[in-house]
């Protein structure tokens, strides 16, 4: 059973950095695009960043851009999330995704319920 398994969130003070790891277990993940969402209240969840699996494309939101990188590592069947200058309003449950489509569902309103597969949410609170 594929499983996406994420890790790396925590408490961080305002300025500082976290990274975020989602590794995917079982068999052999098949996908065009994975990253990040995040939960927005009384929203669907947002969009933060996308790799796609075909060119290495990136997508960032614009209230993350300058501030976060997403990179993977392929022998590791990893992607990460190297978060920078974490804000207050950064704050929120981080989940790892992936689907069959493209980085474009990053972008679209309701994209998020293309997806395939989704971690379990990790938990980042920036705050002094």
């Known amino acids: 059973q594929v499983q996406l398994v994420e890790s790396g969130g925590g408490l961080v003070q305002p300025g500082g950095s976290l990274r975020l790891s989602c590794t995917a277990s079982?068999?052999?993940?098949?996908?065009?695009?994975i990253g990040w969402f995040r939960e927005v209240p009384g929203k669907d969840r947002e969009g933060v960043s996308c790799?796609?699996?075909?060119?290495?494309?990136?997508y960032y939101a614009d209230s993350v851009k300058g501030r976060f990188a997403i990179s993977r590592d392929n022998a590791k069947k990893t992607v990460y999330l190297q978060m920078n200058d974490l804000k207050p309003e950064d704050t929120t449950v981080y989940f790892c995704?992936?689907?069959?489509?493209?980085?474009?569902?990053?972008?679209?309103?309701?994209?998020?319920?293309?997806?395939?597969?989704w971690g379990a949410g990790t938990l980042v609170t920036v705050s002094s």
């Open positions: 790799i796609s699996s075909s060119d290495g494309s990136t």
């Open positions: 079982g068999f052999t993940l098949d996908y065009n695009a």
């Open positions: 995704a992936a689907t069959a489509e493209g980085c474009y569902q990053w972008v679209v309103p309701g994209g998020y319920y293309g997806m395939d597969y």
